[in-house]
């Protein structure tokens, strides 16, 4: 893989901890959306980089259909790039269950809108970095007139690597061919770069091209996404359907498919074990077919076997629908043993990198937490990720009698989100030299 050309952010897992943020941009002036490209590729950092320009913050540059289309991009080029990423994700809402209240009639503007072309995405160890690097690169749109930041939004990781609802979060991530980044799971064969980045072979043998080439080879497509948690709710649900606070943990256990420390049901079937949570080495080393085939250990619709189901007995090829997944949280924590909500807005930024928008993520989100087909449990959903209305039912596979949870209400919900594509430092470059013979209108944009 040509390591150099390739966003850092597409292929390396994040440092713990960390703080991020994303910064969206609307392009007024097609010259001046050129100015930007040309300088987003001066700083933003490569796959190959142990250090960015920036020092340890790593920086990310991505441009949805609409921003791609505001830079002048002609039309043959766009008709070449993905359907999806050209409807944009708040026209597959329906698709992908963001109805009812996770519906774009109540996302958070200006996520779904025609306004938002640029997603930049800083990621820094800390937040004081942070904010010094963002202080550095104000300039770089400030004294672009034509070039309008519209929307921030700040994150955090914190040292325990938790996510709002308590778990140990960012623990899996697959192995890519040639990028000599290690995945998480040594029992995971390596996965075919065009799983993952455009112009070269993915696993059913196709390369993903563009016209012209540059604008796509190297580059991959992401999905953003704004999800709000409910942390009250989701404790007072494990409250309600526990017998005692083992019992609770077990339950807690059980949905997601890990403790909260982040150790596997897998390998630690009976109780908690934090040593074995936190070490990096052991706690993703694991399958489900061989030795768990019908969920009595890890259920078959708890959230890590739906989000991966590994070598499980599935409808359906899982490694064609692999990801590569970053999640970020945002907002104030809920204050331990709190059980009512507070009103104030947290939850997880995700983001989904990969070559196959439709196979890939709308197929893991629409066909393995949105449903249960694929493993045999009709229209069951995620116990905690799905979106949509509506109370859904669980299944904890259990001798002599199965455990059956009935109205489990849903804890997240869509706040917005876009896709975008994360062009290779060629194509911004590419973007940045641009020409037409007359400045667009308002009406062109």
Not at 31 to 51: C, I, K, P, Y
Not at 121 to 149: F, K, N
Not at 207 to 217: A, H, I, S
Not at 363 to 382: C, E, I
């Amino acid at each position: 893989m040509d390591l150099h050309d390739i966003q850092r952010g597409v292929l390396s897992p994040r440092p713990s901890p960390y703080a991020a943020t994303h910064l969206l941009f609307r392009i007024d002036s097609r010259a001046d959306g050129r100015e930007l490209m040309r300088r987003a590729a001066a700083v933003v950092t490569s796959a190959a980089d142990g250090v960015s320009p920036l020092g340890e913050t790593w920086v990310s540059v991505a441009v949805t259909c609409q921003g791609l289309k505001a830079l002048g991009v002609p039309q043959e080029s766009l008709d070449s790039m993905a359907w999806e990423f050209r409807q944009g994700m708040a026209a597959r809402a329906t698709a992908l269950g963001d109805t009812g209240s996770s519906g774009p009639e109540h996302w958070e503007p200006p996520l779904g809108s025609p306004d938002v072309h640029v997603v930049l995405v800083a990621v820094a160890p800390d937040t004081a970095l942070l904010e010094a690097a963002i202080d550095r690169a104000r300039p770089a749109y400030e004294q672009l007139a034509g070039i309008t930041a519209i929307w921030r939004q700040d994150c955090h990781a914190l040292p325990t690597e938790t996510e709002p609802f308590g778990y140990r979060d960012g623990i899996s991530h697959p192995a890519v061919e040639g990028s000599g980044i290690p995945g998480s799971n040594p029992l995971e064969p390596p996965l075919k770069a065009g799983e993952f980045v455009l112009g070269y072979p993915d696993e059913l043998g196709g390369v993903q091209t563009t016209r012209p080439d540059v604008l796509g080879r190297n580059g991959s497509y992401v999905a953003l996404r704004k999800l709000r948690q409910d942390v009250a709710a989701f404790r007072r649900f494990l409250r309600d359907n526990s017998t005692g606070r083992d019992d609770e943990e077990l339950l807690a256990a059980k949905v997601m498919g890990r403790w909260r420390s982040g150790a596997p049901l897998a390998l630690a079937p009976e109780r908690d074990d934090p040593a074995l949570g936190a070490d990096r080495s052991r706690n993703n080393a694991f399958l489900f077919g061989s030795d768990d085939p019908d969920g009595f250990t890890t259920p078959g619709g708890c959230h890590i076997r739906r989000a991966n189901p590994r070598d499980s007995a599935v409808a359906g090829e899982p490694r064609l629908h692999r990801m590569i997944r970053r999640g970020a949280a945002y907002g104030p924590l809920l204050p331990d043993g709190v059980l009512d909500d507070d009103g104030a807005d947290r939850g997880l930024m995700f983001t989904f990198v990969g070559a196959h928008l439709g196979r890939q993520f709308e197929f893991a989100q629409t066909q393995w937490l949105n449903d249960g087909v694929f493993f045999g449990a009709g229209d069951a959903r995620d116990p905690i990720a799905a979106t949509g209305d509506g109370p859904g039912d669980y299944t904890i596979p259990r001798r002599p009698v199965r455990r059956r949870l009935q109205g489990v209400p849903r804890f997240v919900t869509t706040r917005g989100g876009e896709y975008a594509f994360l062009p290779s430092l060629s194509a911004l470059r590419w973007l940045g030299e641009q020409t037409d013979r007359a400045e667009p209108t308002g009406m062109d944009v």
